[in-house]
């Protein structure tokens, strides 16, 4: 609390009053190969007086508690899964800067005075943040904590008297299965709570169902130039839809009849009897009901009514059909419009396909259509970068990491950073560390790595971290690679699906210039020497008979008592001892 407290003394001329707004949007964006990027963005700001004097109007309270008592000035976190097509979707959406590494990813910047403490402090706020978002991140422990020191930086306005106390932490769960146990608490922190506006179309079934998603939350402090400081709240759900997946009706699946089927007739082996499958890059047709399952209910009345709740990027020449009593805004430059309707309405729209007419109750806003296919679709950026990661080598021992890196652009060179975070059970040989462009083999090669940050992993206490500083030329690959050996675990530490392997997070690419973009590679599935899990129970079965043999003819030799034969009681001894026996069990019946 007081080093809060410290930091808003130290804001210049922040006021005591400051006005919180709050806004939410939908950008829907369609993509090749029957693909929709629908992107929701939720956004609201706290004057720093109202949030440490625990008035949470539009800030969640749940939140802001924890960040209060773990001491957090700035807070990334991400939940992810699938993979993004760059090369046919292009450029991530956010510039890479709301996504992450498969399962969970967390980064933030603490307030302390030293390493200590800030790992205290970490631990205080992993084990809050997996309580209330329903994840595992209270195993991001030492082994899965790096702290980086090129590859991220502060997005808030921090006091520069402040930034020296601020420790960076970052932790990783390749992973952990996001689910709809993750969404419940996210939509929980909107003010609407996914009950009206644009978060009713947030449907587990339809958003996990996607071929892509990303989920993010992202906390800092703003202190706009003509404004107040504030402290913002972002956040933010990416989703790509296939659009023939999500049409399909509940029940189970049937084939479609043969007048149905879409085929190409330009092929030439096209007939009568044969179907080849028509590309859905071209005439894609869909509504907003169709593809989430029922219209959008309203909006939020605490949303700024300047902001329009949904946009969509489709060039102005495409017909976009909404419902009646919808106003049209179109942007002047002819990539996309937006709309804004009743706040107590029903919302839907349909994209029909470019030679579809104006059909039932629907209004259309636009009458024109087109005929080429390269007007159907806003052509997307493409990225600065592409990467591709794999595992290399063969054998139970060794092995080896290979990633290709592109710089598709002709003539702009691209200068990033690179960061792996690799589990300590995969012992790096940095001194093979090699980046070779490609068709250079045996010539000689430009110096790409320009810098180098290497911290060795420790058996069971740290994981290893690489982050490098590279140039690739325009029109360039570079494979970068390494190789590594694999260490033999402690059966105790194997988990119970060992077989399957041990997920390696995703390396983080941060292009520095010519501008900011992220980009994550895909996880990878480490395959280490796993041993016979039935020999410790066959090893417990013989040596629990082996000490129960011994165990039993040593109590019989030390309990039973041997007699010679001529020390035996003789017959007649033994029968008059029965006789007594027996008047005795005869005598206590009769009692009873």
């Known amino acids: ?97 709301r996504e992450g590494g498969t399962g969970v990813e967390l980064w933030a910047w603490l307030e302390s005075e030293s390493d200590e403490e800030a790992d205290e402090k970490w631990l205080i706020l992993t084990n809050a943040l997996s309580g209330l978002f329903c994840a595992s991140l209270n195993f991001v422990d030492g082994t899965r904590t790096t702290r980086p020191v090129m590859s991220f930086q502060p997005e808030g306005d921090h006091p520069t008297s402040s930034i020296p106390n601020l420790r960076l932490l970052h932790g990783v769960l390749p992973k952990e299965v996001v689910c709809t146990e993750n969404l419940t608490p996210f939509l929980k922190l909107l003010p609407c709570k996914g009950k009206v506006g644009v978060s009713t179309l947030l449907d587990g079934h339809k958003l996990f169902d996607s071929a892509y998603q990303s989920m993010a939350i992202d906390v800092k402090p703003i202190c706009p130039e003509d404004g107040d400081c504030v402290l913002e709240i972002e956040q933010t759900i990416d989703m790509v839809l296939d659009i023939e997946r999500s049409q399909r009706p509940q029940e189970i699946p049937r084939p479609p009849p043969s007048r149905d089927l879409k085929c190409d007739t330009s092929k030439p082996y096209h007939a009568p009897n044969t179907c080849f499958p028509l590309g859905y890059n071209a005439s894609q047709e869909w509504s907003l009901s169709q593809v989430f399952g029922h219209p959008m209910k309203g909006t939020c009345p ?19 059909y909404t419902s009646a009593g919808v106003h049209q805004m179109k942007n002047a430059d002819g990539r996309s419009r937006c709309f804004t309707f009743d706040s107590e309405g029903d919302f839907d729209i349909i994209l029909p396909a470019p030679d579809a007419d104006d059909t039932g109750e629907i209004i259309a806003n636009t009458t024109t259509t087109m005929t080429t296919t390269d007007d159907e679709l806003i052509k997307s950026p493409t990225p600065l970068i592409y990467a591709e990661r794999s595992l290399m080598g063969h054998g139970q021992e060794r092995g080896g990491v290979q990633t290709i890196l592109t710089n598709p652009s002709q003539d702009t060179e691209v200068e990033f950073i690179y960061m792996e975070s690799l589990p300590w059970f995969m012992r790096v040989y940095l001194h093979t560390l090699n980046a070779r462009l490609e068709g250079s083999r045996g010539k000689a090669q430009p110096a790409m790595i320009e810098d180098i940050y290497y911290r060795p992993a420790v058996d069971r206490a740290r994981g290893t971290q690489l982050e490098l500083r590279m140039r690739i030329p325009p029109a360039s690959t570079v494979f970068l690679t390494y190789d590594f050996e694999k260490t033999i675990l402690r059966y105790t530490e194997y988990p119970p699906d060992a077989n399957r392997g041990f997920d390696v997070a995703a390396a983080v690419i941060t292009t520095v210039r010519p501008r900011v ?72 019946s009769t009692r009873k």
Request: glycine residues 4%.
């Open 1 to 97: 609390m007081r080093h809060l407290l410290a930091f808003i003394c130290l804001l210049p001329l922040v006021s005591w009053v400051t006005a919180a707004d709050y806004y939410e949007q939908l950008n829907l964006r369609p993509l090749p190969l029957s693909a929709l990027l629908a992107s929701f963005n939720f956004r609201s700001n706290t004057s720093f007086y109202d949030f440490e004097s625990h008035n949470f109007r539009y800030f969640p309270r749940s939140l802001g508690q924890i960040l209060q008592h773990a001491g957090t000035r700035e807070l990334h976190l991400r939940f992810s899964l699938g993979r993004w097509d760059a090369e046919s979707w292009g450029t991530r959406p956010w510039e890479g800067q």
């Open 302 to 320: 605490l949303t700024d009514p300047e902001i329009p709740p949904v946009c969509i990027q489709v060039p102005h020449s495409r017909s976009v």
């Open 517 to 588: 973009q992220s980009v994550r590679t895909t996880t990878l599935l480490l395959n280490l020497p796993v041993p016979d899990f039935s020999m410790p129970y066959n090893v417990i079965i013989f040596t629990s008979t082996a000490i129960a043999l011994a165990f039993g003819g040593m109590y019989n030799i030390l309990v039973r008592r041997l007699v010679a034969a001529d020390e035996a009681p003789s017959r007649l001894a033994r029968a008059k001892l029965g006789k007594l026996i027996e008047k005795f069990r005869s005598r206590k």
